[in-house]
């Protein structure tokens, strides 16, 4: 009876659910509870877990908690109603499935260090990005290749016993073309792995969401959080990358391969973040790239060259906005290492600044015509 009582004072009346955010790919059983400001995210789990034992929903399991929120899983779908009527509650959103958007080392190192699209087989650079650190949140990094051995080390795995290792090939692909000697454009930037995707490139939104929350915690801005990643629309993720970035942490993000709206999906459409927009030899769009408003500028996608994960020498070639994204990565590493005092918005304002205008063949209806340059 008393747990019944004080459930009783947690509940708000059904005029006053708080809204349910669906998802384009909704996993079965899965929500992030966002809060109201000001509400205490331990007491409000100690709530939560009262409210499912008294309503017989002891199958959900809480899996995260955030700094504004928490993520919870085994929960049935047909009593979200639940959770929409606790206090305190700002509104729940359907997790969902994110997945990886898939001489000189590589063509597109050659061509962001000069204006013109007529490559000459060399990367000059001055900046190196030296110990600034990067969080590749994606499949995980093979720490031991040669390209980025010393330089990346574990953060944060979805798997609770896992060590952000990689098995699927993408993270350790994006985190090259970072911070590689060979491959990558910060060739002294430090990596850290946020494994959210398993082997087969595909998470959630409620781990994406922990990785950035933890990023912001950890207080070593400045610094830069690549995502090479894209899901469905997710005011949740959308809050987590704005949190980021206002503690001092540039995020830079695939604007996404459907050849469509960009701000259609999330992280592509967070307002805070850099979202990169891929392009080809020759300087045109990339067929597949996302396009419009959303998008910041474009880099390399296509046929790029980086680091493979089986194996200690290999390297590996794939294209994707994902392959864009970790070359805007670099280039903010290298801008922070010079001016480590900058927001982010400062060292995005600086990457648009000396970005070449103009040189992107079709960038699509509402992109900025901006090629990286980064020397």
């Given at each position: 009876?008393?747990?019944?009582?004080?459930?009783?004072?947690?509940?708000?009346?059904?005029?006053?659910?708080?809204?349910?955010?669906?998802?384009?790919?909704?996993?079965?059983?899965?929500?992030?509870?966002v809060l109201?400001?000001?509400?205490?995210?331990?007491?409000?789990?100690?709530?939560?877990?009262?409210?499912?034992?008294?309503?017989?929903?002891?199958?959900?399991?809480?899996?995260?908690?955030?700094?504004?929120?928490?993520?919870?899983?085994?929960?049935?779908?047909?009593?979200?109603?639940?959770?929409?009527?606790?206090?305190?509650?700002?509104?729940?959103?359907?997790?969902?499935?994110?997945?990886?958007?898939?001489?000189?080392?590589?063509?597109?190192?050659?061509?962001?260090?000069?204006?013109g699209?007529?490559?000459?087989?060399?990367?000059?650079?001055?900046?190196?990005?030296?110990?600034?650190?990067?969080?590749?949140?994606?499949?995980?990094?093979?720490?031991?290749?040669?390209?980025?051995?010393?330089?990346?080390?574990?953060?944060?795995?979805?798997?609770?016993?896992?060590?952000?290792?990689?098995c699927?090939?993408?993270?350790?692909?994006?985190?090259?073309?970072?911070?590689?000697?060979?491959?990558?454009?910060?060739?002294?930037?430090?990596?850290?792995?946020?494994?959210?995707l398993?082997?087969?490139?595909?998470?959630?939104t409620?781990?994406?969401?922990?990785?950035?929350?933890?990023?912001?915690?950890?207080?070593?801005?400045?610094?830069?959080?690549?995502?090479?990643?894209?899901?469905?629309?997710?005011?949740?993720?959308?809050?987590?990358?704005?949190?980021?970035?206002?503690?001092?942490?540039?995020?830079?993000?695939?604007?996404?391969?459907?050849?469509?709206?960009?701000?259609?999906?999330?992280?592509?459409?967070?307002?805070?973040?850099?979202?990169?927009?891929?392009?080809?030899?020759?300087?045109?769009?990339?067929?597949?790239s996302?396009?419009?408003?959303?998008?910041?500028?474009?880099?390399?996608?296509?046929?790029?060259?980086?680091?493979?994960?089986?194996?200690?020498?290999?390297?590996?070639?794939?294209?994707?906005?994902?392959?864009?994204?970790?070359?805007?990565?670099?280039?903010?590493?290298k801008?922070?290492?010079?001016?480590?005092?900058?927001?982010?918005?400062?060292?995005?304002?600086?990457?648009?600044?000396?970005?070449?205008?103009?040189?992107?063949?079709n960038?699509?209806s509402?992109?900025?015509?901006?090629?990286?340059?980064?020397?």
């Amino acid at each position: 009876m008393m747990l019944l009582v004080l459930f009783a004072v947690l509940a708000v009346s059904c005029a006053e659910l708080a809204p349910l955010m669906t998802n384009n790919e909704p996993i079965p059983g899965s929500y992030i509870v966002v809060l109201e400001d000001g509400v205490d995210v331990d007491q409000f789990a100690s709530s939560l877990q009262m409210m499912a034992l008294t309503n017989d929903v002891s199958t959900m399991e809480i899996k995260w908690k955030y700094s504004f929120g928490l993520a919870i899983r085994r929960f049935p779908d047909a009593r979200v109603n639940l959770l929409q009527g606790l206090k305190g509650v700002k509104y729940v959103e359907q997790d969902g499935v994110v997945k990886a958007l898939q001489g000189v080392g590589s063509w597109g190192l050659d061509r962001i260090d000069q204006r013109g699209a007529v490559l000459d087989n060399s990367y000059s650079y001055t900046l190196t990005g030296k110990d600034i650190p990067v969080w590749v949140i994606d499949s995980g990094i093979n720490y031991s290749h040669n390209d980025i051995v010393g330089r990346a080390e574990f953060f944060f795995d979805y798997e609770t016993d896992g060590d952000g290792a990689d098995c699927n090939g993408h993270g350790s692909h994006c985190a090259g073309t970072v911070a590689g000697t060979v491959y990558g454009v910060a060739k002294e930037a430090h990596l850290y792995s946020c494994r959210i995707l398993n082997c087969a490139g595909s998470g959630s939104t409620s781990a994406s969401i922990k990785a950035l929350d933890m990023i912001k915690a950890s207080g070593q801005a400045p610094g830069v959080v690549s995502m090479s990643i894209g899901g469905g629309p997710s005011d949740a993720e959308d809050t987590a990358v704005a949190n980021c970035v206002a503690a001092g942490y540039v995020v830079s993000v695939a604007a996404g391969n459907d050849n469509s709206n960009a701000c259609n999906g999330s992280p592509a459409r967070a307002p805070e973040a850099i979202t990169v927009g891929a392009t080809q030899t020759g300087d045109n769009r990339a067929s597949y790239s996302n396009y419009g408003t959303c998008v910041d500028i474009f880099a390399p996608g296509s046929s790029i060259t980086s680091i493979a994960y089986r194996t200690n020498s290999g390297t590996a070639v794939k294209s994707g906005t994902s392959m864009a994204c970790p070359h805007v990565s670099g280039a903010a590493a290298k801008i922070f290492a010079t001016n480590p005092g900058w927001s982010p918005a400062q060292v995005e304002s600086e990457m648009k600044s000396v970005a070449t205008s103009g040189a992107v063949g079709n960038p699509g209806s509402g992109s900025p015509n901006l090629l990286l340059f980064s020397a």
